[in-house]
């Protein structure tokens, strides 16, 4: 069985330079007001503040299992599908 080769260095290279140029043409008048440039910061440091909650609670997530059957086991009980309290 004979593999077919993949000529990459035939593709086309995209300009880049062009597309930041296009993107600096639509952002930078926007940016340039200062209400967007704080609503853009609360916005991520919002976003940032909730991937520090959620990876805590997944974080606890995994831990609690554990605790609830080391629970258990210390006060005697049998472990069954039912969440312990």
């Given at each position: 069985?004979?593999l077919a080769r993949?000529?990459?260095?035939?593709?086309?290279?995209?300009?880049?330079?062009?597309?930041?140029?296009?993107?600096?043409?639509?952002?930078?008048?926007?940016?340039?007001?200062?209400?967007?440039?704080?609503?853009?910061?609360?916005g991520l440091g919002?976003?940032?503040?909730?991937?520090?909650?959620?990876?805590?609670?997944?974080?606890?997530?995994?831990?609690a299992p554990t605790?609830?059957?080391?629970?258990?086991?210390?006060?005697?009980?049998?472990?069954?599908?039912?969440?312990?309290?």
């Amino acid at each position: 069985m004979k593999l077919a080769r993949l000529n990459v260095s035939h593709w086309p290279l995209p300009d880049l330079v062009a597309f930041n140029n296009r993107v600096h043409g639509r952002v930078d008048p926007w940016w340039a007001r200062k209400w967007v440039r704080r609503i853009v910061w609360a916005g991520l440091g919002g976003f940032c503040r909730h991937l520090g909650i959620m990876s805590s609670y997944y974080t606890l997530a995994v831990i609690a299992p554990t605790v609830r059957r080391q629970r258990a086991d210390s006060e005697g009980r049998r472990i069954t599908g039912q969440l312990l309290r």
